[in-house]
C-alpha cells in the first residue's frame, strides 16, 4: 500500500501551472507538505463538495489542468457529484482519491470503501474517460502524466496506507486562500 | 403520472438578460417546473455552461470553483433545495464567494402538496441564518429591477444574495393525469 505523503510529492512533481484543490483533513495535510502553492485551494471543511470545485474550475479554465485530491470519505459525500462530471465531460479534471478505506478526522472508522465499494467501478459507471486504481508507488509517475496531459475526466483510486502521519497545516483564512488563488491564476 | 402544465411567463426572460449583462457563465441546477423556462435559455446559450446536478449542495461547490477560475455562476433550485446546501453554504461565507441563488417558492400560496410546506415555510430563515441576504419577488414586473440589483451586490461585493420567486409569482403547480 501507497505512503500518502510520498505518493501526493510525487503527483505534484514539476507541477507548473496544475490548479490543485484538496479536500478537507487529510488529502490538505498531504497538498501542504508536498509544498504551499498558491495554486492550490485547501479545503478545510464543504466535505462532499471538493469535486464539485473541481469541476467549476475546470470549466472555468478549460486550458488549464485541474487535480483535485481527496480522501475515500469526502468522495463519498459526494458521489452524486460523478455523476454530474459524466454529464460535463470535462476533459482537463482529474480526481485521485487517497483512498485509506477510513475516517481519519475522526478517529479512523471505517468508509464504505472498507466494505468493497469501488470508487473506479462508480466513476466508469458515470462515463469517466480513464478510471483505474493504484497501490504502488512505480505507478505514480504514470498517474502524473494523466494528471498533465490525459483525456478526462479522469478518477484515479489511490489504496493508501492507514498509517497516521503528522499533520502539515496550511493557512486557514478562506479568504486569503481563496484570493491568493484568484491573483495566482491570472498572472500565471 | 403527474406532469405539470407548460409554464410561459416572462420573467425568466428578465433574469436571463441580467445574466447576460453581468456575465454570468455558468448556471447550476436541478431540474424544475418553475425554472423550465429560464433552464432552456441558459442551455441555448453557448456562452454559458449550464450544470445538471444530482442535488443542490453539489452547485454549491460549482460556484466556488467558478469563482476561483474567474467566472461568475449563478444557481437555480427550488424551496426544498436550499435545505440540502446548508452546511455547504459556508464555504460561500467563509471564502467570501460571490452567489446568487434563485430559489422558485414551494409550500406557500395554494401549495397543493403539504410535503412542501415545512421547508417552503423555514426558507428564508434558513437563508438568512447562513448568511445571505433575501430578496422576495411577488410580482413580475419587480424581477428585472431586483435581480439585476442582487447580481450587482453579489458579484461586485463577494455577497451571497437569494431570491425568492414566490409561489403567487410563479403560479400554482397544475397537476394533470
Known amino acids: ?87 460535463k465531460q470535462p476533459n482537463n479534471l482529474a480526481i485521485v482519491v487517497l483512498d485509506n478505506a477510513h475516517y481519519g478526522e475522526t478517529g479512523m472508522q471505517a468508509s464504505h470503501t472498507h466494505s468493497g465499494i469501488d470508487l473506479v467501478a462508480v466513476a466508469l459507471a458515470c462515463r469517466f474517460k480513464h478510471a483505474r486504481a493504484m497501490s504502488r508507488i512505480e505507478e505514480a509517475a504514470a498517474v502524473r502524466k494523466l494528471l498533465h496531459t490525459g483525456e478526462g475526466p479522469i478518477l484515479v483510486n489511490a489504496r493508501i496506507s492507514e498509517e497516521d502521519v503528522p499533520r502539515v497545516l496550511p493557512i486557514r483564512d478562506g479568504h486569503a486562500i481563496k484570493q491568493r488563488f484568484i491573483e495566482a491564476v491570472h498572472s500565471a | 403520472m403527474h406532469t405539470p402544465t407548460d409554464i410561459k411567463p416572462s420573467w425568466p426572460d428578465a433574469i436571463y438578460g441580467q445574466f447576460r449583462r453581468v456575465g454570468v457563465r455558468q448556471v447550476g441546477y436541478v431540474p424544475d417546473a418553475g425554472h423550465s423556462r429560464l433552464i432552456q435559455l441558459c442551455q441555448t446559450d453557448n456562452t454559458i455552461a449550464d450544470v445538471v446536478l444530482t442535488t443542490e449542495e453539489e452547485g454549491v461547490g460549482l460556484v466556488a470553483g467558478a469563482a476561483l477560475g ?94 425568492l420567486l414566490s409561489q403567487r409569482l410563479i403560479g400554482r403547480k397544475q397537476w394533470t393525469r
Open chain 1, 1 to 87: 500500500m501507497l505512503d500518502r505523503r510520498e505518493l501526493v510529492r510525487q503527483l505534484l512533481i514539476d507541477r507548473g501551472d496544475l490548479l490543485v484543490v484538496s479536500g478537507l483533513g487529510s488529502a490538505t495535510y498531504d497538498t501542504a507538505a508536498a509544498g504551499d502553492h498558491p495554486l492550490n485551494f485547501y479545503l478545510w471543511g464543504a466535505m462532499g463538495g471538493t469535486a464539485m470545485i473541481g469541476l467549476g474550475l475546470a470549466l472555468a479554465q478549460p486550458e488549464r489542468r485541474v487535480a483535485v485530491l481527496t480522501g475515500d470519505g469526502d468522495m463519498l459525500m459526494g458521489l452524486g457529484s460523478l455523476a454530474t462530471i459524466g454529464v
Open chain 2, 70 to 163: 474567474g467566472q461568475r455562476a449563478a444557481l437555480l433550485m427550488q424551496s426544498s433545495g436550499v435545505g440540502n446546501c446548508i452546511n455547504m453554504f459556508s464555504l460561500l461565507r467563509n471564502c467570501g464567494f460571490g452567489c446568487v441563488v434563485l430559489v422558485t417558492m414551494r409550500g406557500e400560496f395554494g401549495e397543493f402538496n403539504p410535503w412542501q410546506v415545512p421547508m417552503g415555510a423555514i426558507t428564508d430563515d434558513v437563508l438568512k441564518l447562513a448568511g445571505f441576504l433575501t430578496y422576495r419577488i411577488d410580482d413580475a414586473d419587480a424581477v428585472d429591477d431586483i435581480v439585476g440589483a442582487g447580481c450587482d451586490m453579489a458579484f461586485d461585493g463577494n455577497l451571497q444574495v437569494a431570491i
